[in-house]
């Protein structure tokens, strides 16, 4: 049972290397979800960002975008061995309601098969995005979640602020009185909000101070005046984790690496 076990083990990193080896561009996404994009806002941008994990620099030739809307941008110099380049995808939603699905095509000196990369989304006006993202109720305020998610956080790396979008749903203003949380955890918000008003309220979350791996819950409180919900409670949850940089090209060849004889048994 042990050596099944061990063959196993082998055979998942066996094949981890030769995927590895079979992408020199290493993508962190080919396909990027704009989600829901107002149409009155203009534009958006998103940045695909690789890294070059072939033998030599590589040159990006040519990206062809599917439709004249998507703009697309990149890396003009050799991208160095270990070193990031990035592909860079505008999409402008005038008059194009809906949802929609463009392809970059990109070129490279280092080989033939060009490289696809998506971006997706649907396009709506304010009031739709406004109805459909702020769905949580809590007393007279509405959020897009009864929650605040940070996603990753690194303990060997400053405190992250994120910003969460929020709004006076009632007939009547409504006054911030103060917010409880942990010393790792700082809450920014209005000292007021009107009827209809919005504002960004502000989670910064110190994951050295809080010096715990993993994934991490933590509750919050936060009173107001609002007659419906006086004291609103929210939870916060984020991931920390050790941020490892990149290796450089003279680290990397020094790296050890693993080498198996096969990667398939027949």
Not at 108 to 127: E, M
Not at 162 to 178: C, H, L, S, T, Y
Not at 210 to 232: A, C, E, W
Request: overall charge neutral.
């Amino acid at each position: 049972m042990r050596s099944t076990f061990l063959f196993l083990v082998f055979l998942i990193l066996g094949n981890q290397g030769f995927a590895q080896l079979a992408e020199p561009l290493f993508f962190k996404e080919k396909i990027h979800d704009f989600g829901e994009i107002i149409e009155a806002d203009g534009a958006v941008e998103f940045e695909f960002t690789f890294t070059n994990s072939s033998v030599r620099p590589v040159k990006i030739l040519s990206v062809q975008a599917s439709c004249g809307c998507t703009t697309p941008g990149w890396s003009a110099e050799p991208v160095a061995v270990g070193k990031t380049g990035f592909i860079k995808a505008s999409f402008d939603p005038k008059s194009r309601p809906g949802y929609f699905n463009k392809s970059l095509t990109v070129t490279t000196d280092l080989d033939k098969a060009p490289i696809v990369l998506q971006i997706k989304g649907s396009v709506v006006d304010k009031r739709t995005a406004t109805d459909r993202s702020l769905s949580a109720v809590n007393g007279n305020l509405r959020l897009k979640n009864n929650s605040f998610n940070l996603g990753k956080i690194y303990v060997n790396k400053p405190a992250v602020t994120q910003e969460f979008e929020i709004m006076n749903a009632g007939p009547v203003k409504f006054d911030f009185i103060k917010v409880e949380t942990p010393a790792y955890i700082k809450i920014e918000t209005p000292v007021s909000l009107k009827p209809a008003e919005r504002w960004e309220i502000k989670v910064t979350y110190d994951a050295k101070l809080r010096n715990q791996y993993g994934f991490l819950s933590d509750k919050i409180d936060v009173h107001t005046t609002d007659s419906m919900n006086p004291i609103k409670s929210f939870s916060v949850y984020a991931t920390a984790e050790e941020y490892f940089p990149l290796l450089t090209a003279a680290e990397q060849a020094k790296a050890p690496s693993l080498l198996i004889s096969t990667y398939a048994i027949d």
